[in-house]
């Protein structure tokens, strides 16, 4: 056949190639230093050298209770004398595991030869041994200091010459007339269960992104906190030397204005007043995020109250139903904080973000993060740090206010 005229050439369909599909996808990656906990890790070593939660003060009891923290297994006890002890799980004679162990006087006893540990891992008796263990001195149990303080059990896990003192926080001294403080360790705030299934930086990053409650709490879900809240507000963001603090402005239908504000603060702390607005002025409640290890979090909260159970009714419902009450349907269909972090993955994949203007706070946190990663690198200490025992007490500006 003649190719040599236009009539006689093949017809060319021009063919549409698919763009931006799935298919040669890079994998993904995440953000190690800010996420990652375990000892020897940039945010395990940082977040070592402050004072952490592992417990409701009733936690730690003569029954031994095992804790996860940042990815250290530990055993919680308090000896009949009443102090409280952490100490790693393993006996140091053999390495049976103290949760089996009774807790006497003088502390807690491994069941396997009766070796006897003090709050401090000293060994006090050995019994198998002559004259009830001669060398006993040379044993230590490896422990934690912990100290109590607002209803929980807190320890220190970084480096001894580091230990800084357990601070206070002026929104949890100053009580009025018939209040008194409460601690919760239901994870108020996470949306679901008590252990949160993700990690913890999921949701710390979550306390700087007031869009979401825009979206996911009201118009998407439905009001799951109160109607002023689905109210688009105008944000802004600031560094303090301690926490990222967010402001939200909301005009209200009655001319007032609702002015809010809250703060992510060092090293996990929730400093979030009341979505419900049960009341105005100072934040009520702090909660501090646990990471228990890489892929799980909890948060433990402490909160001046009236009444008893008054930090539980702070959770979100859908219908009048919590978390836990809610169907697969009813999941699906309405979800919360829970489903949107936890499906985010075990840890989220940052190299997939796009990030855009209303993710402003969450850069700065990421940024106060990592500057508090290098000067401990640098072999400094952290912002929030303190070593003075008179120092005064931490305060935030955070809360609720309602401006006519």
Request: aromatic share 8%; hydrophobic share 35%; glycine share 10%.
């Amino acid at each position: 056949m003649d190719h040599s005229t236009p009539e006689a050439r093949p017809r060319v369909i021009p063919i549409t190639v698919d763009t931006g599909t799935a298919y040669g996808r890079p994998a993904p990656s995440y953000k190690r230093d800010l996420t990652e906990v375990g000892p020897g890790t940039p945010m395990g070593e940082l977040l070592r050298r402050y004072w952490h939660p592992v417990g409701l003060a009733a936690d730690a009891s003569d029954v031994p209770r095992k804790v996860r923290v940042l990815g250290e297994d530990l055993i919680l006890f308090r000896d009949k004398t009443g102090r409280p002890g952490l100490v790693y799980p393993h006996c140091a004679h053999r390495g049976t595991s103290l949760y089996y162990g009774k807790v006497e006087e003088r502390g807690i006893r491994c069941c396997y030869h009766g070796w006897l540990f003090d709050v401090q891992g000293h060994c006090v008796e050995q019994p198998c041994e002559p004259e009830l263990g001669r060398a006993r001195d040379k044993v230590r149990q490896p422990w934690y200091p912990v100290e109590e303080r607002y209803g929980l059990v807190w320890a220190y896990m970084g480096p001894p010459e580091k230990k800084p003192v357990l601070p206070r926080y002026e929104c949890l001294e100053t009580l009025e007339p018939g209040e008194f403080l409460e601690a919760d360790d239901r994870s108020i705030g996470g949306g679901g269960p008590q252990v949160i299934p993700c990690n913890w930086l999921q949701h710390y990053e979550n306390l700087v992104d007031p869009f979401h409650v825009v979206i996911l709490h009201s118009s998407f879900s439905g009001t799951q906190f109160v109607p002023q809240m689905a109210v688009m507000p105008e944000v802004s963001w600031d560094t303090t030397d301690i926490s990222v603090r967010t402001l939200s402005l909301r005009k209200l239908p009655d001319g007032t204005t609702l002015r809010r504000i809250s703060e992510a603060g060092l090293p996990t702390l929730r400093v979030i007043p009341s979505p419900r607005i049960g009341r105005y002025g100072m934040v009520e409640s702090l909660g501090w995020v646990l990471p228990i290890d890489d892929h799980s979090f909890r948060i433990y909260v402490v909160g001046r109250v009236k009444e008893q159970g008054e930090l539980q009714r702070m959770r979100s419902r859908l219908g009048g139903k919590l978390w836990e009450e809610l169907t697969e349907e009813e999941h699906q269909q309405f979800p919360g904080d829970h489903e949107a972090m936890v499906s985010q993955g075990a840890i989220a994949k940052h190299s997939e973000e796009h990030l855009a203007t209303s993710d402003r706070g969450i850069v700065m946190l990421r940024r106060l993060l990592q500057k508090q990663l290098d000067t401990v690198a640098r072999g400094g200490d952290p912002a929030g740090v303190c070593f003075d025992l008179d120092a005064p007490p931490v305060k935030f500006s955070a809360g609720n206010f309602l401006e006519t």
